[in-house]
T-cell receptor, first 113, second 111 residues
Framework: NAGVMQNPRHLVRRRGQEARLRCSPMKGHSHVYWYRQLPEEGLKFMVYLQKENIIDESGMPKERFSAEFPKEGPSILRIQQVVRGDSAAYFC???????????FGNGTRLTVT | GEDVEQSLFLSVREGDSSVINCTYTDSSSTYLYWYKQEPGAGLQLLTYIFSNMDMKQDQRLTVLLNKKDKHLSLRIADTQTGDSAIYFCAERTGGYQKVTFGTGTKLQVIP
């Protein structure tokens, strides 16, 4: 049973470009979470999704950031018009239900030049 | 609101016990978790405890929960160099059950 798959592992974007981060949850998991980790800092919650629904996006910046988890395919975290401050590791996690432990992917490291 | 705090750094000698502490503020926590992060990797679930439990033991790991003081600890017995990593505590809270992480404690094991 494959774990949580995130791609790409590393992503380099110039300021103003768009970044698309993909996450395929573990098989049988319908709950997806996105977190951001800045260098030498902890994980900051961004958004919690179930299939086709955003459950909690209280950690998402109001502008430029969006997330989706369609009926088919991976969850996507999209950052438009990236700025240097968006450089971070973005982690996706999944769980089979809303009270089960989270299982994490290895993250996507975004660098904005 | 949710706020989870940990000390930033802990150094122990190989073979000693390590105790990593965590405090949280939300009394509606249902589950509390401990995760381990090695450099360049994602977070690995180590163990978790349901909020109506006081203690859970799993091989070298012992979790203690003091719900009155909102204090959680992770004890690693016979600490090894391979235990060097960042350890995060996390709580599941809220009506929608989101998971909030602490700042992480960097454990350094001295041979």
């Amino acid at each position: 049973n494959a774990g949580v798959m995130q791609n790409p592992r590393h992503l380099v974007r110039r300021r103003g470009q768009e970044a698309r981060l993909r996450c395929s949850p573990m098989k049988g998991h319908s709950h997806v979470y996105w977190y951001r980790q800045l260098p030498e800092e902890g994980l900051k919650f961004m958004v919690y999704l179930q299939k086709e629904n955003i459950i909690d996006e209280s950690g998402m910046p109001k502008e430029r950031f969006s997330a989706e988890f369609p009926k088919e395919g991976p969850s996507i975290l999209r950052i438009q018009q990236v700025v240097r401050g968006d450089s971070a590791a973005y982690f996706c996690a999944s769980s089979p239900s809303d009270n089960s432990p989270l299982h994490f992917g290895n993250g996507t490291r975004l660098t904005v030049t | 609101g949710e706020d989870v705090e940990q000390s930033l750094f802990l150094s122990v000698r190989e073979g000693d016990s390590s105790v990593i502490n965590c405090t949280y503020t939300d009394s509606s926590s249902t589950y509390l978790y401990w995760y381990k992060q090695e450099p360049g990797a994602g977070l690995q679930l180590l163990t978790y405890i349901f909020s109506n439990m006081d203690m859970k033991q799993d091989q070298r790991l012992t979790v203690l929960l003091n719900k009155k003081d909102k204090h959680l600890s992770l004890r690693i017995a016979d600490t090894q160099t391979g235990d060097s990593a960042i350890y995060f505590c996390a709580e599941r809270t809220g009506g929608y059950q989101k998971v909030t992480f602490g700042t992480g404690t960097k454990l350094q094991v001295i041979p």
